[in-house]
């Protein structure tokens, strides 16, 4: 079952995407002052440059004192990244030990209030890395909690994967099952897989699979060094004219986060049209929201 055309219609509006036509760094000056998100232009096609504050909450294997957000520090962080690093949306996650809306702490909540009054954006995706987590759960109940989670805390875009790990057929019964349950205006985003190229290759190879998504979204993650201009082409052209989005991206601008590695700049030249820095905190900026070398860097080249 596909959503309506006004739930599209209204979810698109609200993130501003029409009708769908790294590593830490260290601490720098400010960059220069940015415009409000709403107003921002990107480099390239981006429309849509995004902080990941997944490691940021303690459920996440990574979380530590550089990554935290804390009741003492989030609200620093969010402006930090919204006025100075220049973003226009965060990434949190969908935490696979909470059932519903009332296992999440006030904090996370909180952090989701706080981003929307900066005019942030925001893109929700499960914490897992492939689906142990869910072992013994059917795919409608795995469906059931996604759109539970939408529905309490309405996300602008929705994946229901992270580098899951399954085969074109289930991810296809999954997203049909998520898109049925959806009860909130949403735009729905994945396949999320962690390489470009396997991206690119397993959309290309069933172009029925992109048409279930509003957004086509691949990670660069685990070392991708296939991540080039080229490849994020390729993954362009599978999506048969559906937005692109970088979705979990560690690359410095012009280099990768291990030296040999494509940077983001390949994303961009490539044709995605949203891009989302991983490890926001402490990668573009610390505790009291002082911008990094890095998000200085990338602000410099993409931020116009």
């Not at 429309?47 to 996440?60: M, Q, V």
């Not at 990094?292 to 931020?303: D, G, S, Y």
Request: glycine content about 10%; charged content about 20%; hydrophobic content about 45%.
């Amino acid at each position: 079952m596909q959503a309506s055309p006004t739930r599209r219609v209204a979810a698109s509006l609200a993130l501003g995407l029409g009708l769908l036509s790294a590593g830490p760094g260290e601490a720098a000056p400010p960059c220069p002052a940015a415009s409000p998100p709403a107003a921002r232009r990107y480099a390239g096609r981006v429309g849509h440059y995004l902080a990941d504050l997944k490691t940021s909450f303690p459920e996440h294997e990574l979380y530590s004192p550089a990554t935290a957000l804390t009741r003492a520090n989030y609200r620093a962080v969010l402006d930090g990244l919204a006025g100075e690093a220049g973003v226009n949306g965060v990434r949190l996650p969908i935490v696979p030990a909470y059932a519903g809306a009332a296992d999440y702490p006030p904090l996370y909540g909180d952090v989701l209030a706080s981003a929307r009054s900066l005019g942030l954006s925001i893109y929700a995706s499960p914490m897992s890395v492939g689906m142990k987590p869910f072992v013994g759960w059917s795919d409608d109940r795995y469906a059931s909690w996604i759109a539970d989670y939408a529905a309490a805390f309405r996300p602008d875009v929705l994946s229901p994967f992270n580098e899951a790990g399954l085969d074109n057929r289930r991810i296809a019964r999954v997203a049909r099952l998520v898109r049925a349950k959806l009860t909130v205006p949403v735009l729905l985003m994945g396949p999320d897989r962690q390489h470009v190229g396997r991206s690119a290759e397993s959309l290309a190879r069933d172009p029925a699979v992109a048409a279930l998504f509003d957004i086509v979204g691949s990670h660069n993650a685990d070392k991708d060094a296939g991540a080039t201009a080229a490849a994020w082409g390729a993954l362009v052209e599978a999506a048969g004219g559906r937005p692109v989005w970088s979705s979990e991206n560690p690359a410095l601008w012009s280099r990768g986060q291990v030296e040999g590695l494509p940077g983001m700049d390949q994303a961009v030249e490539g044709g995605v049209e949203g891009v989302v820095a991983w490890m926001a905190k402490p990668g573009l900026v610390d505790g009291t929201g002082r911008p990094t070398a890095k998000a200085c860097e990338i602000a410099a080249n993409l931020v116009r």
